[in-house]
């Protein structure tokens, strides 16, 4: 089967772009053919994509153009269409490609996978816009900037109604959490088929270390929570003298981070690795004891939690988006409110403070994680790429 994806970013910029590498490695030793059209950007880093169109422009009139319809994107997309004949096209991330690839798919079975905030999700398009849309980083619509508020109207209504037309040639949207399931459900997006995303499943991390290490592995952007978990680390310390804090990952927040990690006088505790490539994220799984996702914008699966439960590590996650799908509070690890760095440290303490505890819910946590699996969540893909090819109606 020919098969054709379309995603914002050609490297492995988060988890929908990790999960189309790894699904996309299981589907061509299935037999398929695939192919992936990318934007450009981002040009630093290893690209993995087949073709590659110009980005949407950072500034002047010719974003305000190219982030409602990228011409570039409908030119390429176009003419791989016509020289691929793809038996069916998978859409991930919308921001670069935009709704212009949208008007080129009536004659081909189209699948939507929803990964996050799209402008296209109106109950997310909040979580759209950039840090710099909001006075305080608190993405609410009170928060807007007057250049931000500009920008919401904008993207709902100038580039929302090209992907409310666009999307007629989309035959199914897939949910990959019941949060996500749920919200798409308001807002009649139909049809709709949840499957549960899934990760990469590792050898157990083995014993734990001797010196209690927390683990953050992600974007360091101010939606991400660090700066919560940074401020609970005081707290952590003095109740767990020797406690560290490994964070991996870059972003556009890293500078603020680093200026609080010194604010809070806090050299000795926290480290910031960078960006790390898998098997380097393995091996920190290995080396932590318990996991943290402190984030506070609704994440709609989280697969790092999901590795490092696979590595035998419990998670303490904030309560948000599609992470009660795997995380059940007590049992494979805690639950916390967003935007609260004491319950992140109460968790952490009273869960380092137990080695049996500890243990005993790594072990949980790792049986949890197998039913989540890329190979799972691949042979899900098949199956819906198969019935799309067969019927055209999903």
């Known amino acids: 089967m020919k098969i054709l994806r379309i ?30 059209i990318s934007s450009d950007v981002d040009a630093q880093h290893e690209h993995f994509s087949d073709y590659e169109f110009a980005g949407v422009p950072d500034r002047g ?13 409908y030119r390429l997309t176009k003419r791989v269409l016509a020289d691929f004949k793809p038996d069916v096209v998978l859409l991930h991330t919308m921001s670069q490609p935009t709704a ?35 006075k305080n980083g608190k993405y609410t619509k009170n928060d807007l900037t007057l250049l931000g508020r500009a920008h919401y109207l904008y993207f709902k209504y100038i580039c929302g109604p090209f992907y409310w037309l666009g999307m007629r040639n989309i035959n199914l949207f897939v949910a990959l959490s019941t949060y996500t399931e749920n919200f798409l459900r308001i807002e009649e997006f139909l049809p709709i088929k949840y499957i549960p995303n899934g990760a990469r499943i590792l050898e157990h991390g083995g014993p734990l270390p001797e010196r209690p290490t927390l683990l953050y592995a992600g974007r360091l952007e101010k939606f991400k929570g660090v700066d919560d978990l ?20 870059d972003g556009s927040y890293s500078k603020e981070l ?12 926290v480290t910031f690795l960078g960006h790390l490539n898998k098997e380097q994220i393995a091996g920190q799984y290995r080396n932590s004891s318990v996991f943290i996702m402190p984030s506070t914008w609704p994440e709609t699966f989280g697969k790092v939690g999901i590795e490092a439960m696979s590595a035998g590590r419990p998670v303490i996650a904030c309560d948000v988006g599609g992470v009660r799908d795997w995380l059940e509070d007590g049992k494979n690890g805690f639950l916390v409110a967003p935007h609260h760095p004491d319950q992140i440290a109460a968790r952490v303490i009273e869960l380092l403070n137990d080695n049996t505890l500890l243990e005993e819910m790594g072990n949980r946590a790792r049986i949890t994680a197998q039913k989540f699996s890329i190979e799972t969540f691949s042979d899900n893909i098949e199956q819906l790429c198969y019935e799309a090819a067969k019927t055209n109606i999903l």
């Open 7 to 36: 995603v914002s970013a050609g490297y492995e910029q988060g988890g929908a772009e990790n999960g189309v590498v790894l699904t996309n490695a299981l589907l061509r030793k299935a037999g398929h053919d695939i192919k992936v």
């Open 61 to 73: 009139i010719k974003k305000l153009i190219w982030a409602a319809f990228n011409v570039d994107a």
């Open 100 to 134: 212009s690839v949208l008007f080129l798919l009536k004659k081909y079975p189209t699948i939507q996978f929803v990964h996050g905030p799209e402008i296209f999700t109106k109950s997310l398009l909040v979580w759209y816009l950039a840090r710099k849309d909001y």
């Open 230 to 249: 940074i401020r609970a680390m005081p707290a952590i310390v003095q109740s767990l003298p020797g406690a560290k804090l490994n964070i991996a990952g």
């Open 258 to 269: 680093h200026n609080l990690v010194a604010q809070l006088n806090l050299y000795d505790s």
